[in-house]
T-cell receptor
Framework: EPEVTQTPSHQVTQMGQEVILRCVPI?????FYWYRQILGQKVEFLVS????????KSEIFDDQFSVERPDGSNFTLKIRSTKLEDSAMYFC?????????????FGPGTRLLVL | EDQVTQSPEALRLQEGESSSLNCSYT??????LFWYRQDPGKGPEFLFT?????EEKEKERLKATLTKKESFLHITAPKPEDSATYLC????????????WGAGTKLIIKP
């Protein structure tokens, strides 16, 4: 069964450093997403991406964040200058997009710890 | 503002003891409501999609139902392996398919 994969599973970084989180979406999906979950809190939407463009982003997704599809399989989230409050689980998701509700399938997550 | 509220926050049941989890939502227009299961330190695992009031979906010991204001996840004769956090999320017709999440119900099934 196709699944979304993410690397690394864990990342520890120093405040102010840049991190890149990587995702391989399900191969025939065209819509990609990043969400995050701070420990003990709700899952929060960050950004959606289609056809090499951001289609929607939340207030959390400020100038320190960027997304990219560098090749035909990978989808990345870059945090330019990490802050302590960026510590969270980051989930990548992909969906097939239909005219009705779109079911999104999630990867296992990357746990980011900023020291 | 679109909002999702889940109750209870936590639920402890004996193995075999059936119960229901609630997800109430407020959206300007519902595109879809989703149930996911999340194990500790893992990503959300898709369970069900609902979009029409009166709709029901079943999978093993789980059944999800939908009304115009809320959804229920019914668990029949649960087993310890059903222990997890169950998350509800909605897509609004006004948003571009982003999921708006509830805080989840942590379900513990004791053998």
């Amino acid at each position: 069964e196709p699944e979304v994969t993410q690397t690394p599973s864990h990342q520890v970084t120093q405040m102010g450093q840049e991190v890149i989180l990587r995702c391989v979406p399900i191969s025939n999906h065209l819509y990609f997403y990043w969400y995050r979950q701070i420990l003990g809190q709700k899952v929060e939407f960050l950004v959606s991406f289609y056809n090499n463009e951001i289609s929607e982003k939340s207030e959390i997704f400020d100038d320190q964040f960027s997304v990219e599809r560098p090749d035909g399989s990978n989808f990345t989230l870059k945090i330019r200058s990490t802050k302590l409050e960026d510590s969270a689980m980051y989930f990548c998701a992909s969906g097939p997009r239909t005219s009705g509700p779109e079911t999104q399938y999630f990867g296992p997550g990357t746990r980011l710890l900023v020291l | 503002e679109d909002q999702v509220t889940q109750s209870p926050e936590a639920l402890r049941l004996q193995e075999g003891e059936s119960s229901s989890l609630n997800c109430s939502y407020t959206v300007s227009g519902l595109r879809g409501l989703f149930w996911y299961r999340q194990d500790p330190g893992k990503g959300p695992e898709f369970l069900f999609t609902l979009y029409s009031a009166g709709e029901e979906k079943e999978k093993e010991r789980l059944k999800a139902t939908l009304t115009k204001k809320e959804s229920f996840l019914h668990i029949t004769a649960p087993k310890p392996e059903d222990s997890a956090t169950y998350l509800c999320a909605v897509q609004s017709l006004d948003s571009n398919y982003q999921l708006i999440w509830g805080a989840g119900t942590k379900l513990i099934i004791k053998p």
